[in-house]
């Protein structure tokens, strides 16, 4: 959305911001009982939707039904009416994105309190939140039925404080996590528009051994997300929570022990998850800044990530080694990389484009074609091509051939006569494939005015 401002266009910029909570017990039983009431209404929301067989309820309708069910139900009346009509714009919207053939959620269904439920409180309105900034670490609000509460106090809300940005705080979300309780701020700000990038392109090839490897011949690496100590520690609680469950009969309850172990096991993993954020923030944050096109591959990762272990019939072979290849996959998080680079390029004025992934593990970057053989192991690539014979890094090899791509919206070449075609020689070229048309937009699209 673009607006005038004192005569200078600026564009609605929407963003989130998530701070620990400081809670005491009471406020956090008070959180956890509005979370499970939230639950409740989503529930009783999904059996009354689906109740009609033709014509579904108006959005009117259901509201009315959420105000009867908080009266009928003393239990519901925990939760603020804002955050019960929040759960019905989020039914609502589910089942938008459930009738979009461009999305892929699932259709709605119903909730369950059993186990380790995803709790979360819904506040869409922040006019009443009263957020001040109390110290260099610290903040406060009102929370609705809950109290006065702190939270920590890590970056400048729009329009909270003195020197703060421009913009206001338009509702928040309470958030339950392994360690305690988080508030994520939904921000709007009216920024300029973004003046197109004008630093280089660069491509970049996502993997394991090396993170994120770029064209220029850089390697992105980071530290394991866990000290060998509380890796060591996990693995021994999981193979502890194994045994426990193994032991349990089918149909008790979870053991005081092993809701324990659990919990443990949360707090571990979650520690991995904020480092993980942690250093992908900073790094993309420092990709955007330096480049103006990051050219990635298309990779449909849940197709990379699905199980090998077959049917009974048909049984699948090396099933534990693709389980080990699937955990490291998502252990570095390869689209949520993409993602955050895409919205901090943008706002920077660049972008990043995709072009398929087909080949750029095995054709030449430098020559452009594929010979048998020349991709020697996980990372080394040598150019079986006698008039190229370039030795370098698998992975900067694959990022080097998606920057060329993106620039040429050209396809793979494959070597026909073992010779080179800007030397002079002759190149056989794939056959033309619906994927070089799509290549083609993908260049021409992904750019706009940044390309010379």
């Known amino acids: 959305m673009v607006s005038a401002v004192n005569g200078q266009e600026k564009v609605k910029r929407q963003r989130a911001h998530k701070a620990r909570m400081e809670l005491t017990d009471a406020q956090a039983v008070a959180l956890d009982e509005q979370a499970s009431a939230a639950i409740t209404v989503w529930n009783c929301l999904h059996a009354y939707w689906t109740h009609f067989a033709g014509k579904k309820p108006t959005l009117t309708q259901a509201d009315a039904a959420i105000r009867q069910a908080r009266k ?250 693709k389980r080990g290849l699937n955990r490291a996959i998502s252990g570095e998080s390869w689209g949520r990389t993409v993602a955050f680079l895409t919205y901090k390029s943008a706002d920077r004025g660049g972008c990043v484009p995709k072009v398929p992934a087909q080949g750029t593990s095995t054709e030449c970057h430098r020559c452009h074609t594929t010979t048998a053989g020349s991709r020697e192991s996980q990372s080394r690539f040598v150019c079986k091509n006698v008039r190229c014979g370039w030795i370098g890094n698998a992975d900067i090899n694959a990022a080097g051939n998606q920057l060329h791509r993106y620039n040429s919206a050209a396809g793979p070449a494959v070597t026909g006569r073992g010779d080179l075609q800007p030397l002079g020689g002759s190149v056989k070229r794939q056959p033309p494939r619906a994927r070089s048309r799509a290549l083609q937009e993908a260049a021409l699209s992904g750019a706009g005015n940044l390309r010379p």
């Open 72 to 321: 009928d139900a003393d239990f519901l009346t925990v939760l603020p009416a804002q955050a019960a009509q929040a759960v019905l714009k989020t039914y609502a919207q589910a089942w938008e994105n459930f009738f979009n053939p461009n999305h892929p959620a699932k259709r709605p269904t119903f909730k369950t309190k059993k186990g380790r439920p995803h709790l979360a409180v819904d506040v869409p309105q922040a006019r009443n939140l009263r957020i001040v900034h109390l110290s260099a670490k610290w903040g406060a609000l009102t929370v609705p039925l809950v109290g006065r509460v702190r939270f920590r106090w890590t970056k400048n809300l729009p329009g909270i404080g003195k020197n703060s940005p421009a913009g206001r705080v338009t509702g928040v979300r309470l958030v339950k996590e392994a360690n305690g309780w988080y508030i994520v701020f939904r921000t709007e700000q009216h920024v300029p528009q973004s003046t197109p990038h004008r630093g280089p392109k660069v491509g970049m090839d996502r993997g394991i051994t090396v993170p994120l490897a770029l064209s220029t011949g850089e390697k992105l690496r980071h530290k394991p997300w866990l000290t060998s100590g509380e890796r060591e520690r996990l693995l021994r609680l999981e193979r502890t929570a194994a045994r426990r469950r193994a032991a349990r009969t089918r149909g008790e309850p979870v053991s005081n022990r092993l809701a324990r172990t659990y919990d443990q096991i949360a707090k571990l993993r979650a520690k991995a998850k904020r480092q993980a954020y942690d250093w992908q923030h900073q790094t993309t944050a420092t990709l955007t800044r330096q480049y103006s096109a990051i050219v990635v591959e298309d990779l449909h990762i849940a197709n990379m990530m699905r199980s090998a272990s077959g049917t009974v019939q048909a049984p699948g072979t090396n099933v534990a080694q």
